[in-house]
């Protein structure tokens, strides 16, 4: 898969749905994240409850086929789901528009751990290993981790890639502000790697690109600054373009 650039927007749920995502110039843009099954969405709810964004749809699945068919851009779909059958649901459905799915193993929202997902994954890597094996059968695989966590990020991460991940995504968020940039070049030498965790300025994102990360990713900036893409694109190496090899096998 190739990208004419190495910058990516990353997930933020209520807020990247199609018309956020197809406004920005970053070459890859993450919708959602989204719930692909009941108890996910439930969780959702209980977090819209205490004034958090979230997409809520009374049909999780149609709800992210409405954006599908309204992105125009590279893109990838963060998904959480309580279930196999969810991630496996969504795959099908973002293989059928050209996307890519990324399974979050990163939201620590105690509503959506409690539901057994987004970093739940991270602490039961056989579930994450099992899902990712499924799903990557389907439809090109990423999957976004956080760090800071005591755990052997290395072999987590060889683990993804040999289960048939084509990119990780890493916050590599240090608990008390800033971006693990060991972190990053120590799970980079591993695989293809969007490097994530304030990228704020040319600088921040160039660092990443330095440590071995592919692609780069912000948030928040971009919330703070709508034009904050088309400003890292005066950067020589974040406009750089860039190809991901892609493993989707289809073993049956
Ligand atoms: C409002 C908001 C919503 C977010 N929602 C998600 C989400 O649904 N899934 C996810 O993987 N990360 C989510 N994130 C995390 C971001 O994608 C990113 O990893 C994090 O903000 C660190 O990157 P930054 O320093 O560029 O903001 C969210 C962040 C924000 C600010």
């Known amino acids: 898969m190739k990208f004419e650039n190495r910058l990516v927007l990353s997930a933020m749920a209520g807020i990247n749905n199609a018309e956020f995502c197809n406004r920005q110039k970053a070459s890859l843009v993450i919708l959602g994240g989204f719930n692909a099954d009941k108890n996910s969405m439930d969780a959702a709810r209980a977090v819209v409850a205490r004034g958090r964004k979230e997409f809520v749809f009374d049909d999780p699945l149609l709800g992210i086929e409405m954006e599908l068919r309204k992105i125009r851009k590279n893109f990838a779909v963060n998904v959480r789901s309580s279930t196999l059958e969810g991630y496996l649901e969504t795959a099908k459905l973002v293989d059928s528009y050209g996307g890519i799915i990324e399974i979050?193993?990163?939201?620590?929202?105690?509503?959506?751990?409690?539901?057994?997902?987004?970093?739940?994954?991270?602490?039961?890597?056989?579930?994450?290993?099992?899902i990712v094996e499924k799903v990557s059968r389907i439809a090109i695989t990423a999957v976004k981790l956080r760090g800071g966590h005591r755990i052997d990020y290395e072999r987590l991460c060889t683990k993804l890639f040999e289960k048939g991940c084509s990119a990780l995504h890493i916050d590599a968020m240090i608990p008390n502000g800033g971006c693990d940039l060991f972190l990053l070049q120590r799970v980079s030498k591993i695989g293809f790697t969007i490097g994530n965790n304030s990228f704020v300025d040319r600088e921040s994102g160039e660092r990443m690109i330095r440590s071995g990360a592919k692609m780069v990713s912000a948030a928040r900036a971009v919330l703070r600054d709508a034009n904050f893409f088309e400003k890292m694109l005066e950067s020589r190496i974040l406009s750089e373009p860039v190809v991901m090899e892609t493993k989707t096998v289809n073993w049956s």
């Open 104 to 130: 979050n193993a990163h939201c620590r929202q105690p509503e959506f751990v409690l539901a057994r997902c987004g970093e739940w994954l991270l602490f039961n890597p056989e579930k994450l290993f099992e």
